[in-house]
């Protein structure tokens, strides 16, 4: 509660000021950069007098709101993209979004670093399994200008825009396979991708590497990248973290989803120590509590399909011999 009023003091006045859009709305996080959430999703813009960079392109269909609402932002031209994972909801747009970009090239004055110049699109930045899932993935049908153009494999990448050092953090096996965490550092954000959902439990794509033990594993990575905003909470400091879906977060809601999907990883893996069958594990009922909160009866991410792969991830990984 204290997170939340502290947030909505310090940024919602200011996003009051934005002007409105249908399924729209811009949400100003630190000078320089703004969340805007469209039909939904939450995108990261990053602006400043070097151009600007789109964390994440929002869902297939929302590229002119999304489009639409960066102008509102700035009128400089997009410089990078950056996918945090291959969810539709992450890279639906990223097409629309590279060609209305553009992006450096060798002849502008002060720009060195030969694997960013050339392009005449926006560069699309995401870990190398982003690149496999959206070239493999049946029935996606990706153009070529939706494709990530620069990839990393292990570790992570970085580079600097408008003053500020941006790192793109490989989270392996939590929603994917292929997530990343992007930190700008000078304004202390955090982009968590589908890491965190503030709307609903987690989503875990199993066929494309995801597990609940990741995902508890990158929260706790999340919970040490980002600092609380003590001791003088009212002035307005600490990390701020942009979720998948819903409000803007910081440290302490970070622990507290951390803490919550623990109790119901281990809800689900004190059943699978009694021999119970998912029918069993589904009708023990063990999101209680947190139903209301985050759980859904229908739509793309339903309860019972979070306890399904909570159960399937956690057969697997005792059938593997890794435990918990």
């Known amino acids: 509660m204290l997170t939340a009023l502290l947030l909505a003091a310090c940024y ?8 409105p859009m249908a399924g729209v709305d811009v949400v100003p996080v630190r000078p320089g950069i703004d969340m805007v959430m469209v039909h939904g ?10 151009g600007a960079v789109v964390v994440d392109t929002g869902a297939p269909g929302d590229s002119a709101a999304l489009l639409s609402a960066i102008k509102q932002v700035t009128s400089e031209p997009i410089r990078f993209i950056i996918n945090t994972s291959a969810s539709p909801d992450r890279v639906g747009g990223n097409a629309e979004v590279s060609v209305a970009g553009q992006g450096f090239g060798e002849g502008e004055v002060g720009f060195g670093g030969g694997r960013f110049v050339g392009a005449s699109n926006a560069p699309i930045i995401a870990q190398a399994n982003v690149l496999l899932a ?17 990839t990393y494999d292990a570790g992570g990448k970085g580079f600097s825009l408008n003053g500020d050092s941006i790192e793109i953090m490989h989270i392996p096996d939590a929603h994917s396979d292929g997530d990343s965490v992007v930190m700008f550092r000078r304004a202390d954000v955090l982009v968590s991708g589908d890491i965190v959902d503030m709307q609903h439990f987690p989503q875990i794509d199993l066929a494309h590497g995801g597990s609940i033990n990741g995902e508890v594993a990158a929260l706790n990575q999340l919970v040490d990248l980002t ?22 977060m910081q440290q302490e809601e970070i622990v507290q989803y951390r803490d919550m999907l623990t109790i ?23 999101t209680a509590g947190y139903d209301g909160r985050y759980g859904a009866e229908g739509g793309p991410w339903s309860t019972d399909q979070f306890v399904a792969a909570v159960y399937q991830s956690l057969t697997a990984a005792q059938a593997h011999g890794r435990g918990r």
């Open 12 to 19: 919602g006045a200011a996003a009051a000021a934005a002007e």
């Open 41 to 50: 999703q939450n995108v990261a813009v990053q602006f400043g007098p070097d």
């Open 134 to 150: 959206m070239t493999t993935t049946a029935g996606a049908a990706y153009s070529s200008k939706a494709m990530p153009t620069l």
């Open 227 to 248: 600092v609380p905003a003590l001791p003088l909470y009212w002035h307005g400091g600490g990390s701020v973290v942009i979720p998948a879906r819903g409000r803007l």
């Open 264 to 286: 119901l990883r281990d809800r689900v893996q004190a059943l699978i120590n009694q021999h119970r069958s998912l029918a069993q594990v589904h009708a023990a009922d063990p």
